[in-house]
């Protein structure tokens, strides 16, 4: 034993710091963030870094180390400190929190390849938003079906992609210093003071927390692999501060960067899905290349943004059905093709990220669409990252029965509270990122933003509370719906669906039509689409109900 331990491969903190880095932060960001805050976000990426990621960082190493038996993943540890129904509704709740994610991804591809094939945004503005819709669930289709045939697809994708950003990211930081240098040190943010670095704390400042949250967040990926450290009680508090200061130098001097190009006190609106390209379209042509470093980008954030789709479709899915009890999980999601791949849970996948889709369709344009998704994935993710928190509570209240190699904090109470800490901020942050940002606040489409959030959520987790039931249907019957079944209730879903993408299209009978409600207009297609998505659901539950006349062998 001693000999096999000896030639053991240990992973080094440099490059265990790399892993976790790619996972945690990158242009689109920071890009995020700053429209959000302006030239004020280098201050509070400053504050974040030290005050979250560090601690956050070192928390997350803990908890790996603990749980080194069962791969460090977040269930596992949820499970292993309070019980297998809160270690199932985590991993419910980590694989919702990636639903909107993977449709914020699958749009940027399309944003990605509109920029790479025409070398403008004019695109966009010829694309509907029901056009927008059907092409990201064509998008969800296609890599279904490349992950299929092509089994070494997404360690290819993840390899072009993440070197090509990494190497993109710290060049743009360069080349506008150096750029800013040749100037003169001429800023597109005028006046540019101390006082513009000073955030203003007002309810918008706080709103927009969550953002920075969910751009830092990530880090727990690379937990498993503490234990694979020479010396993890060493070396792991190396790689995470080695990430903080990683973190701090691409966010400080990534936005100050932003801050050259773009006035602060003027940001475009359209920053979040275009920002990047704006921005290598003018680096590019400062240094006389043209276009030449838009077009580079473009192809970089296809490939990025691919290889970001394939791991969320495929490593998250896998993750839902594996990690979880089977107590709880139904049989049928855990199904796998001939090839290994969850197939029925592929299906719920596109299913849900359909239907986020379809809550975005009445906002204005694309641009929304794009902007309000962003927003989703600021409220759910950090949600989804106060579990881990809560699993590090657990295990200092615990200490003598969690033991591990590496511990952060050696006082128990001091550790407690800091993970107390850090679960009130996130959580507080949480809540507060439900309020739109990026529109006009308490105008129409204001509160109809603030609506689909609130529905988003109650679906995406209320789900998860509904599968056990189904699992006890499969339990009592053998099977949980018999093929007609099955049937009525696909029909009935992607029906509903196409039906509503009809009514939300612009050029539709009803679009213009409205409803008086005292003061209050509300569209005739509003209407149909709430009457018509009632119904469904009501059917699809009375369908479901009925005691399957299939007996399983």
């Known amino acids: 034993m001693e000999e096999i331990n000896s030639n ?31 030239m004020p976000v280098v201050t509070s990426w400053i504050i974040m870094c030290l005050f979250y990621v560090i601690p956050y960082s070192l928390m997350v190493g803990q908890l790996g180390s603990v749980f ?39 749009n940027e591809i399309i944003v990605d390849i509109g920029w790479a094939l025409t070398g403008s945004e004019k695109f966009q503005s010829q694309i509907s938003n029901t056009k927008f ?58 006046p540019f003071t101390w006082r513009t670095l000073i955030p203003k ?3 918008h400042y706080w709103t927009t927390i969550a953002m920075l949250i969910y751009a830092l967040n990530g880090c727990e990926l690379v937990a498993p692999y503490v234990t694979k450290m020479k010396k993890p009680k060493s070396d792991f508090p190396k790689a995470m501060i080695a990430l903080a200061l990683m973190t701090i130098f691409l966010t400080v ?48 954030s296809v490939f990025y943004n691919a290889a970001l789709l394939a791991v969320l479709l495929d490593a998250m899915t896998r993750m839902l059905i594996s990690d979880t009890g089977d107590k709880y999980m139904p049989q049928f999601l855990q199904k796998k093709d001939k090839n290994g791949l969850p197939i029925n849970g592929y299906i719920l996948t596109v299913s849900l990220s359909a239907f986020i889709m379809l809550l975005g369709i009445f906002l204005p344009d694309m641009n929304d669409i794009f902007n309000w998704l962003l927003n989703l994935n600021g409220i759910i993710s950090p949600g989804v990252t106060c579990w881990i928190f809560f699993s590090f509570m657990q295990i200092r209240k615990n200490s003598q029965k969690f033991t591990s190699d590496y511990v952060f904090i050696k006082n128990d109470k001091l550790g407690y509270l800091a993970g107390l ?13 439900i309020a739109p940002q990026d529109i006009k606040k308490f105008s129409g489409y204001w509160w109809y933003e603030l609506i689909i959030n609130i529905v988003a959520i109650i679906v995406l987790i209320g789900l998860g509370a509904i599968l056990p039931s189904i699992r006890r249907r499969e339990e009592e019957y053998g099977i949980a719906f018999n093929k007609k079944q099955w049937t009525t209730i696909f029909v009935l879903i992607i029906g509903s669906i196409i039906f509503d993408l009809y009514l939300g299209e612009k050029n539709t009978l009803f679009h213009n039509a409205a409803i008086n409600f005292g003061q209050i207009k509300i569209g005739v297609n509003i209407v149909m689409i709430i009457i018509e998505t009632i119904l469904a659901i009501l059917v699809c539950w009375l369908v479901g109900r009925r005691k399957p006349t299939q007996v399983s062998n």
Not at 9 to 38: E, H, R
Not at 70 to 77: I, K
Not at 151 to 173: K, P
């Open 201 to 203: 704390f007002d309810m």
């Open 8 to 38: 053991k491969k240990y992973i080094s903190w440099p490059v265990l710091t790399l892993m976790a880095f790619c996972t945690v932060i990158g242009l689109d960001d920071i890009m995020y963030n700053f429209q959000n805050q302006g």
């Open 68 to 106: 080194n038996n069962e791969g460090g993943g977040l269930s596992s540890w949820v499970r292993g400190t309070n019980g297998e129904f809160l270690g199932y509704f985590t991993a419910w709740t980590y694989w919702a929190a990636s639903i909107p994610y993977a449709v914020d991804s699958a």
């Open 421 to 433: 800490f850090l679960l009130i901020v996130t959580a507080a942050a949480t809540i507060l990122g």
């Open 133 to 190: 819709a059907l092409m990201t669930f064509a998008m969800f289709i296609i890599f279904i079906i490349v992950e299929h045939y092509f089994s070494h697809s997404m360690e290819v994708l993840s390899t072009i992609g993440g070197g090509l950003m990494l190497i993109m990211t710290l060049m743009f930081v360069f080349l506008a210093f150096l750029g800013l240098a040749k100037s003169g040190g001429h800023m597109a943010t005028q």
């Open 253 to 300: 001097f990534g936005s100050f960067a932003l801050g050259i190009y773009f006035n602060s006190y003027h940001i475009p609106n359209d920053l979040k899905m275009n920002g990047a390209y704006y921005v290598f379209d003018m680096v590019g042509h400062q240094y006389g290349l043209g276009k030449t470093l838009l077009y580079v980008w473009a192809w970089t």
